[in-house]
Antibody, heavy 121, light 107 residues
Framework: EVQLVESGGGLVQPGRSLRLSCAAS????????MHWVRQVPGKGLEWVSG????????GYADSVEGRFTISRDNAKSSLYLQMNSLRAEDTALYYC??????????????WGQGTLVTVSS | DIQMTQSPSSVSASVGDRVTVTCRASQGVRSWLAWYQQKPGKAPKLLIYAASSLQSGVPSRFSGSGSGTDFTLTISSLQPEDFATYYCQQANSSPHTFGQGTKLEIK
């Protein structure tokens, strides 16, 4: 059974940093691209970033480009999102999502339950 | 960026009804279109990918069609568990944008 478990969320002041983690199990992690998708509570979905199976292809939403960094450790079956210079508008539930392919197909077939990030002073 | 627009934003229907949700892309996305279902407090679930391919385990009452800029999600006979919010998403290019969602409510 595929499982994605996010962690690292919490309350942080504007301008500070936070690192999210996603622990994957139940599939061969290094065979698939992975993504972060966020959702403001009660609002819609926004793709944040994606990374191919070997980290050779990485993409970001314009809203986080230059502030967020996605990475993965295939040996640990883990995905990360380093978030710097956080803003109030980054407040959201952050989901880790598995791609259907090893490249960045952008099709999310499994999702974690999310970790909540709140940016507030 | 490609903008995805869904209609309607909300719809009321009864168990057994046939429901159609539409999604329009601001530019062509070929068949790189997915549909997700999200229930309150839960993560989204992939229903349809490549515009018309049913994800494994998804009931056959769900179907998708379209290509280019115009797409539809159809639920042939609504079941109680289908009341949720539905999102379309384009996977043709990065950033992978979502529609604003269609909330399907019980009439």
């Amino acid at each position: 059974e595929v499982q994605l478990v996010e962690s690292g969320g919490g309350l942080v002041q504007p301008g500070r940093s936070l690192r999210l983690s996603c622990a994957a199990s139940g599939f061969t992690f290094d065979d698939y691209a992975m993504h972060w998708v966020r959702q403001v509570p009660g609002k819609g979905l926004e793709w944040v970033s994606g990374i191919s199976w070997n980290s050779g292809s990485i993409g970001y939403a314009d809203s986080v480009e230059g502030r967020f960094t996605i990475s993965r450790d295939n040996a640990k079956s883990s995905l990360y999102l380093q978030m710097n210079s956080l803003r109030a508008e980054d407040t959201a539930l952050y989901y880790c999502a598995k791609d259907k392919d090893r490249g960045d197909l952008g099709l999310f077939d499994y999702w974690g339950q999310g970790t909540l990030v709140t940016v507030s002073s | 960026d490609i903008q995805m627009t869904q209609s309607p934003s909300s719809v009321s229907a009864s168990v057994g009804d046939r429901v159609t949700v539409t999604c329009r892309a601001s530019q062509g996305v070929r068949s790189w279109l997915a549909w997700y279902q999200q229930k309150p407090g839960k993560a989204p679930k992939l229903l349809i990918y490549a515009a018309s391919s049913l994800q494994s385990g998804v009931p056959s009452r769900f179907s998708g069609s379209g290509s280019g800029t115009d797409f539809t999600l159809t639920i042939s006979s609504l079941q109680p568990e289908d009341f949720a919010t539905y999102y379309c998403q384009q996977a043709n290019s990065s950033p992978h944008t979502f529609g604003q969602g269609t909330k399907l409510e019980i009439k």
